[in-house]
């Protein structure tokens, strides 16, 4: 992926090498588990952050050149998210709120609850905010074997997914009928809202590679966004965590789901072909 000379979003608050004491999510295989859940969901994560207590520590952490190189990367991702976004709400008439990127480092505050970094990249309603650890893209490629660049952009574009659904009012909508369902179908919702978002990411992609504004996609791009998207289903994931599968527990969707859901969108270009709500099957 070219983005070297791409445009760099102004909408980013950098707070990577502050550590933020208080309520997060502990180590061990819980946060790995708990970063299944939470990575890419993208929904209000307050309901499962602000669990157990920090270590306390203050200790200001630096970056490393590598790190402040991906931060640029994000940046003009997410310069690349504003452009495609504000002209497709243009199309229809409406204006687009672009959504801010926080980096951070180990642990983070935000309108949501606390968070630390396993918990994963994650959007936040409430102040309509994406917040990254930059060292989550190491994390996707080693975890979940899915390196590069167009993965890295894939996760950002899901994210701001999620900040999509709320400009249209279906974070809202789906989050408030989550309150009045059961578990089972609550999952069922989780996991449309999660297909959308990447649908939604592919509808970026697709633009990105046809007006190649901010960032190009070279060969073997498209391949790359495919595996990230497919690293991150709920059955990948329980297999590498737990050695099985438990479908009753899926809340993301499968790792076909999310690739198919995602090519739906790259395919298309088009945000109305993303309606997981009223697909005849997902």
Not at 10 to 32: H, K, L, T
Not at 103 to 128: I, K, N
Request: with cysteine; net charge negative.
């Amino acid at each position: 992926m070219r983005w070297e000379f791409g445009r760099r979003s102004q909408n980013v608050e950098d707070r990577r090498g502050r550590r933020v004491a208080g309520p997060v999510v502990g180590g061990g295989i819980g946060a790995i588990l708990l970063a299944v859940v939470v990575t890419l969901l993208g929904g209000d994560p307050s309901a499962i952050l602000n669990q157990v207590a920090s270590d306390g520590s203050g200790a200001p952490q630096a970056t490393s050149p590598q790190e402040d190189r991906l931060a640029e990367f994000s940046k003009v991702v997410l310069a690349d998210t504003e452009d495609v976004w504000t002209d497709l709400f243009r199309r229809q008439g409406a204006n687009y709120r672009e959504p801010t990127l926080v980096l951070f480092s180990g642990s983070v505050r935000s309108a949501c609850g606390y968070a630390q970094s396993a918990s994963g990249p994650f959007y936040c309603p409430t102040d309509e905010k994406v917040y990254l650890d930059l060292s989550f893209f190491e994390e996707l490629a080693s975890r979940h074997q899915a390196p590069g660049d167009a993965a890295q952009a894939y996760v950002i574009a899901h994210e701001v997914g999620h900040h999509v659904q709320k400009q249209l009012g279906v974070l809202q909508k789906i989050q408030g009928l989550q309150q009045r369902v059961s578990p089972t179908q609550s999952n069922q919702l989780s996991i449309m809202l999660e297909l959308q978002a990447d649908c939604f990411a592919g509808v970026w992609a697709n633009q990105a590679q046809r007006t190649q504004r901010n960032v190009a996609l070279e060969r073997g791009d498209v391949e790359e966004a495919l595996r990230a998207a497919s690293s991150v289903g709920d059955d990948y994931i329980q297999l590498k965590t737990r050695g099985y599968v438990v479908p009753e527990s899926f809340n993301h969707g499968t790792s076909e789901q999310r690739t198919r859901w995602f090519a739906r969108g790259l395919q298309t270009g088009d945000p109305a072909q993303c309606d997981t709500f009223n697909a005849s099957s997902l």
